[in-house]
């Protein structure tokens, strides 16, 4: 399963997904120990190879910013132009957890 993966998933339950991008080599991928990251302007998923390097990126941002579940994590959007609805923080964070327990 990819970060690509997830998006789609969000695609499918229609939650707000404009605009995605591939930011693996822009994003820091290198820094954060991240093997994919896919953004679109409400979130942005990360794919680690490492469960204890997700955690440790959920521990360096904040719960309140980032759900991790496994290898994956979605870090949501605060502020810029399409800053995420906190009411779909729930529907992203179930769509993450089906996506995984099927994966």
Do not use: W
């Amino acid at each position: 399963m990819t970060a690509h993966d997830v998006i789609d998933a969000f695609v499918a339950t229609g939650l707000p997904t404009s605009d995605r991008q591939n930011r693996t080599i822009t994003a820091g991928c290198e820094d954060l120990k991240c093997a994919q990251m896919i953004a679109v302007d409400e979130v942005s998923v990360y794919l680690f190879s490492d469960v204890a390097q997700a955690a440790h990126y959920v521990e360096a941002f904040g719960a309140d910013k980032v759900y991790q579940h496994g290898l994956l994590a979605i870090r949501y959007k605060r502020d810029g132009k399409h800053p995420i609805d906190d009411a779909l923080i729930p529907q992203y964070n179930a769509t993450l957890d089906a996506v995984v327990s099927v994966g």
